[in-house]
């Protein structure tokens, strides 16, 4: 069997993994738009031996693509992702790398619950045994904790990661106010992290700190792991580098029209690249020029400070820069909305970002002092209260804009307020401070749904015969916590269905 895969993120890794496991004598090819991202000198090298000039040409590269931008965001040493310019405050990633956004993601996995799962034509028991397969894979640090009454089995299958004892006491006071009024009920716990965490694996994680630089180690997963991985089995036959522009099916096969120039004879064809890019295959491929939504979770960013006595790691030099644990803002009303805030020390990488390097053998002292008494938080809303994109084919080119902004700001002032009276005090202390929404939070979804897509989509994902997509295009909607996890799963599942 012939396979056609485009895409090479997370959806197109788990369409290998549903191969591997439902049609191993298949034979893939993946068609890529991405690019093999420039192999930097510090690549491979432990952060200890980078050097000043270094640093200072890896921020210089990040300030040229973001300029001043707050906070900055995660690169694959110094290269960032493009936006698509759709309005103001809403400027949604461009996925142009080998790996897709899986190269610059937070590896925070959670899977959905079940209420996550309405509109889907399935629910959170199929989807089970795809969660433990895309575990196997990726594999998951964390560890049992007041998280699992939210989010019931978690699939965590390695150690949990070491955090800052401020962020640990942060922790426990959250879990410490078991008497909490107010709209939401708000527990507190590690994160689980798509991070190699065994101490005796070639990759595992050495806490360097530099997460939001790259991992030297590969420690946190990416799918270009799974496609090498299928590449040295044989399942994977090739990858084309290049643009696809549309798809047909006709007399039982599929074909595709490429930059590169057409390709066809395929037996099932997978499509992997991500809504922005499945929407723009297929609305060319079905002559659809506008009305297609995708939409996007509104996501805030804010600080806490730890003001308590000396601790353990108050001189922190050894952690990871990635979030550490997740609040969890359960709403007690049932039509309530549910809201992820992920914890973050606040770590060198800012510092440097924020002021010339050549400042920073002066500052290294404040910082490090500094980093046990700010953290960061970024907190996440549903695509039911969130921003939501337009798309539209003008002169044969994808074109994103702002449609809505969604009521999120009036639940993530409700949050935040309850927020203030359960985390200041014992030392810590959230100020009262403005709303800072960021431009994307890079979960997309929603291009076409399966409960009321424009173009109908079966419950395996095919939308044209032998054409299917096993990206996040078919999630109705997204919720606050990441989507990586389930878009894996569910593009294994839709292998196995689609093999009937």
């Known amino acids: 069997m012939r396979v056609a ?22 034979s893939a090819t993946i068609f890529d738009i991405g690019k093999v991202p420039d192999i930097n000198p510090v690549h491979t090298r432990a952060p200890r031996d980078w050097s000043e000039e270094e640093y200072d040409k890896l921020h210089a590269q990040i300030k040229s693509q973001f300029g001043f931008a707050f906070p900055p965001p995660k690169t694959f040493f110094g290269q960032g992702l493009r936006k698509h310019p759709a309005g103001q405050n809403a400027k949604p990633f461009i996925s142009e790398f080998y790996g897709g956004l899986s190269r610059h993601w937070s590896a925070s996995v959670f899977p959905f619950v079940e209420n996550d799962f309405a509109g889907w034509p399935v629910g959170l028991s199929e ?61 507190s716990g590690l994160n689980r992290l798509a991070v190699e965490t065994n101490s005796n694996a070639a990759n595992s994680c050495v806490y360097c700190g530099e997460c939001m630089y790259g ?44 930059s590169a120039g057409d390709f066809d004879g395929f037996d099932k064809l997978y499509l992997g690249a991500g809504c922005f890019g499945t929407s723009e295959i297929m609305m ?74 050549g400042y920073w053998r002066y500052l290294k002292f404040f910082a490090s002092k500094f980093k046990a008494r700010m953290i960061l938080a970024k907190m996440y809303f549903p ?69 009321e897509s424009r173009v109908p989509v079966k419950p395996n994902g095919e939308i044209m015969r032998h054409v299917y997509i096993a990206d996040s295009s078919v999630f109705p909607e997204s919720p606050a916590q990441t989507l990586t996890f389930t878009i894996m799963a569910n593009a294994a599942r839709t292998v196995r269905e689609s093999l009937g």
């Not at 485009?6 to 191993?24: F, R, T, Y």
């Open 5 to 26: 895969i485009i895409g090479s993120g997370p959806a197109a890794a788990g369409v290998l993994i549903g191969l591997e496991k439902h049609a191993p004598d298949a």
């Open 127 to 187: 989807m089970s045994e795809y969660y433990a397969e895309i575990s196997d894979e990726i594999g998951i640090s964390g560890k049992q904790d007041e998280l699992n009454s939210y989010f019931g089995e978690d699939y965590v299958n390695r150690p949990p990661i070491d955090i800052p004892a401020p962020i640990q006491k942060l922790n426990d006071r959250i879990n410490g106010e078991t008497k909490q009024s107010g709209p939401y009920r708000i527990i």
């Open 215 to 258: 991992c030297f180690r590969s420690s946190i997963y990416d799918a270009t792991r799974t496609i090498e991985r299928a590449k040295e089995k044989g399942l994977l036959e090739k990858i084309v580098n290049a643009k696809v522009s549309s798809v047909a099916s006709s007399n039982g096969t599929v074909s595709l029209k490429t």
């Open 284 to 357: 060319r491929t079905l002559g659809i020029n506008d009305g297609i939504t995708v939409k996007d979770n509104n996501s805030y960013v804010f600080p806490i400070f730890y003001l308590g006595g000396a601790s353990r790691n108050g001189n922190h030099s050894e952690y990871i820069s990635i979030t550490n644990t997740i609040l969890a803002c359960v709403p007690r009303d049932k039509n309530g909305h549910y809201a992820h805030v992920h914890i973050s020390p606040f770590a060198d990488y800012y510092w440097r970002y924020y002021f010339p390097v």
């Open 383 to 451: 695509t039911q209260i969130s921003k939501s994109y337009s798309l539209s084919l003008n002169d044969d080119k994808l074109k994103v804009e702002k449609k809505d902004y969604g009521p999120s700001d009036e639940y993530a002032r409700a949050v935040l307020k309850q927020l203030r009276r359960v985390i200041t005090g014992k030392g810590f202390l959230l100020p009262p401070v403005k709303l800072v929404r960021m431009s994307t939070s890079s979960h997309y979804v929603g291009a076409f749904p399966y409960s």
